[in-house]
């Protein structure tokens, strides 16, 4: 397990006891996170679980596929630390790690 922060638009944090392998998409979507809806299942066809990861996060995570830069282009509100919560995966290089949700996914 690691412990992932969401932190929403508004301020309020969520921490979440989260199991390996699990995406951060479903384990918002499995505990009630506002803001992260997931409405593609986490397939990587959508931007409604777009996040902005705390910069001090960002050299962890895996590279970002083509596929989820192209569905990054669907936000307005994308900026450089944007990323799909459904491409992340738990594992213990990223526990403890902060991410915040949008204003809005749509």
């Known amino acids: ?47 409604t679980c777009h996040v902005y990861v705390d910069p001090a996060w960002l050299d962890k995570l895996e590279p970002m596929s083509e596929t989820e830069d192209a569905m990054l282009e669907l936000p307005d509100n994308r900026n450089e630390n944007s990323r799909l919560c459904c491409q992340i995966k738990a594992s213990p290089k990223l526990d403890g790690i902060i991410v915040h949700t949008p204003v809005g996914q749509h």
């Open 1 to 47: 397990m690691i412990k992932v922060t969401y932190i929403e638009h508004d301020g309020t944090s969520r921490e979440i006891n989260v199991e390996g392998g699990v995406s951060l998409m479903d384990a918002a979507v499995d505990n009630m996170v506002p803001g992260i809806d997931g409405d593609c299942g986490g397939v990587c066809a959508c931007a």
